[in-house]
């Protein structure tokens, strides 16, 4: 049972994550859809020579992208787990909106079972929420981009084929790097370990 309560607030915790990855996926549909509707109106054509070099280099761009990105993640998932915790140090954690009674209002079981936890354990799980929050912004932003180089070369002349590609490299890209439950929890673990020594 406690298990399942520390699941389901692990994943109460990435719902601002998926809202982005859902933000991402919105403005792929977008693009895809703008450029159905607007079709020849948002075209301005460049000489197929220089867009097949364009063309060139954004999949170029697109294919480094991807190692790229999991590169960078990599990197941030692990400074995410050994930098020095803020909260470490302070030992406190500021106090969400509770009432006279001291419990915040509104509470399910998952929040019922966060109440209880230790205030250092708290500050561990609010730290690693905006740690692992940002390592979603930077991978979800960098794979946006080769989402945008099919719209590029939409309005610059190419036909549905290249934005359609592009489009779904991007959309892969928001699949691979979503956000994961077992990379948060540990972070949150990397930072508890922290507080204890």
């Known amino acids: 049972m406690g298990n ?5 607030h692990l994943k109460s915790d990435l719902i601002l994550p998926w809202v982005i990855v859902g933000m991402m996926l919105a403005m792929l549909a977008a693009y895809i859809i703008i450029c159905h509707i607007l079709n020849e109106q948002l075209k301005q054509p460049l000489p197929e020579a220089q867009r097949v070099l364009l063309r060139t280099i954004f999949y170029v761009i697109a294919i480094v992208t991807f190692p790229l990105t999991n590169l960078i993640r990599h990197i941030q998932l692990r400074l995410n787990q050994t930098m020095p915790s803020s909260y ?3 030992g406190t954690v500021a106090d969400d909106c509770t009432d006279a009674g001291g419990t ?7 929040e019922q079972r966060m109440e209880q936890l230790p205030r250092a354990m708290q500050g561990a799980i609010a730290e690693a929420k905006i740690r692992y929050l940002v390592t979603i912004i930077v991978s979800m932003s960098l794979i946006e981009v080769i989402g945008i ?3 590029v070369m939409f309005v610059l002349g ?3 084929n290249t934005l359609h590609i592009f489009t779904g490299l991007s959309a892969l890209g928001l699949f691979l790097y979503r956000p994961k439950t077992d990379e948060y929890s540990e972070i949150i673990d990397a930072i508890s ?5």
């Not at 915040?104 to 998952?110: F, H, K, L």
């Not at 370990?193 to 020594?197: G, L, P």
């Open 104 to 110: 915040t209002p509104w509470m399910g079981e998952v």
């Open 88 to 90: 470490a140090s302070h």
């Open 193 to 197: 370990a922290q507080k204890h020594e």
């Open 4 to 8: 399942q309560v520390e699941r389901e």
């Open 149 to 151: 180089f099919g719209l």
């Open 158 to 160: 190419d036909g549905f």
